[in-house]
């Protein structure tokens, strides 16, 4: 509904393969221990990742009253889906979210060739009224799906999107494919996704990418890492409905082409969801009726 | 001695310019109270950016055994200096740090062409070892000072920097300087920085960008903000010494220039600062002589 189906319907029938596979659990949401007042250690068991993910923000909420801030460190989950979603509905209950993940190793660090680091997700979702500020991003410049669709459609990509499988910038996204995919702006951008990459590990306990299965096949478990800090605004000195007239001045702002008005982060989104509340989504008749085979199985 | 003169002693005629004047008031750690079990509120009572954020930090360690994460908002408080040596100063006592900070508005949004926002920048630091994790990098595309330079020099600027007054893009330093610079990494780096942005003023209830003053200038008092969040890997499931390999597997892996290898943040500025132990640090004629004026007066 917010237009990104590779974090939606286009991952059903390998879930639901995995499911029937053993390597993903419907039934549990995980176990949630808290190994300090503020630390929220979680085995997904297994579980379904946005049905994990949200036992785990549950659980975050309790504490918070008490703390302020608090964290959950997830392995054992599968893969939690798009972020926007868990870093709104925080921000929606009146919080702020910070959530991460990692995957399988689809990353070249900035300055080399080989596929070392996932896309390494950040998703952050601030209070603002009716609209509350949601970012989540890939560190890498382009999603795999994106080339994927390239390869599909035979057109070529442009030129820092990838490099193939001997290292060498490519424009074939079928040579793409086996190469590895660019971090977004450059050394910082690799910075930001190698930070994801340990905090999440280092805390979660999951593998580094190039050792993560599971999240783009049905043959292994899954051994990617989600972390989600949850903050409660009113522990600080600040007031969250005073941002929300600065976000509108951003809006207002001057743009560079006056087609193009300046957006802020989840915009896009907000609006995308709203039209597809009622007009409903369109699904691509391969993948319905790999679904309607599942559902006759 | 990390190669950034911008955040080293170019700094310093300014501090004491604004000290002389009380903007900054060198005997203050700012005062510190936690109104939350893991959440520290700091009013930095016009203190230098660093004493008050060291003092923010020694606090955060000591609820840090019980709840395994602890966050400082800062406010109040004068420019920090780089963030990567308070990150790296966590990550060497075995901690996990980020680390936020606002500015004066220097960077226009993704789309725009009015500087509404801060260079915010953010570090993360990560134990590894003897060669800690070191990630320190600002949101916008490039510094201010950088720009300065290249208006010192007379070189034009790459298009894609900056653009001039009138939003319109340039390659001129000196209309640079009256414009605005763009965030790194388009639309995802303008995220990013957005992000960073209203998160500290939440938090902090510090201005946001637009409203800000007082770190570039000897006139007003500091209205920007400091985040500083501590996690103590020992409360998760992870093993900080299983990431050192993988940071080597990174270095070692194929480089895009068989000459440049790849890094991991902070080789840099480790490499920099172990060779200014050894060979001190060269001073620009006129700052040396502006700081001995001030010793003189």
Known sequence: MRGLPSHG?????LLLSRLEKGLADGRTQGVATWSRQAFLEVDGERGLGPVVMMNAMRHLKQNLPETGITVAAIRNANHIGMLAYHAEKAARDGLIAIVMSTSEALVHPFGGTEAMLGTNPV?????????????????????????????????????????????????????????????????????????????????AGSAVSPDVQGTLDDCYPAHKGDLVILIDPASGAGAIPALIPYLDRLRLSRPLDAARPVAVPGDGAHARRTAALREGIALPQPLFEQLMAFKAA
């Open 9 to 13: 319907m286009q991952r059903l029938p």
């Open 123 to 203: 998703a952050i979702g601030i209070p603002a009224g009716d609209r509350p500020f949601v970012l989540d991003l890939a560190t890498s410049v382009v999603s795999m799906g994106k080339i994927r669709n390239h390869a599909l459609g035979g057109v070529p990509i442009p030129l820092g999107w990838a490099v193939d499988a001997e290292g060498h910038p490519t424009q074939d996204p079928v040579a793409a494919q086996g190469g590895a995919i660019a971090p977004f702006g450059d050394a910082k951008g690799y910075g930001l996704g190698l930070a994801i990459e340990l905090l999440v590990a280092a805390l």
